[in-house]
């Protein structure tokens, strides 16, 4: 807990979070600015990074980042662990990578 690391694939439940309560995603799990060939469930199982990019590009860096800040990433666990850092959010950074690949973020 005293480093951290990139969660890989799996912010791209923040982001369909994200998006499903921001109205980006349909109750079908489709897209609503555009048209994709998946909905939610078939993109996060098959971990389709086109199709989380499309959300966070709609989304924007600063929402991504209250969304995550509201999941708890950027803060210690709570646990009281000497030393434990509480990762870091990619501020400012306007890669699409950050919505599907987690570029960017570290956490615990």
């Known amino acids: 807990v005293e480093e951290g690391f990139k969660p890989c694939s799996t912010i791209k439940l923040v982001t369909g979070a994200a998006g499903v309560n921001e109205d ?4 079908e799990g489709n897209l609503k600015k555009q048209f994709f060939r998946m909905n939610l469930d078939d993109a996060l199982a098959y971990s389709n ?3 989380f990019q499309k959300i966070g590009t ?3 860096n600063e929402k991504m980042i209250s969304y995550a800040r509201a999941l708890g990433l950027g803060e210690p666990t ?3 662990a000497e030393k ?3 990762g ?3 501020h400012g950074n306007r890669n699409p990578r950050i ?5 960017d973020f570290e956490v615990t």
């Open 88 to 90: 870091r959010l990619p």
């Open 78 to 80: 709570g646990f009281n």
């Open 24 to 27: 980006l995603i349909n109750e």
């Open 58 to 60: 709609n989304l924007g």
């Open 99 to 103: 919505y599907s690949h987690g570029d």
């Open 84 to 86: 434990e850092t509480g």
């Open 49 to 51: 990074n086109s199709y």
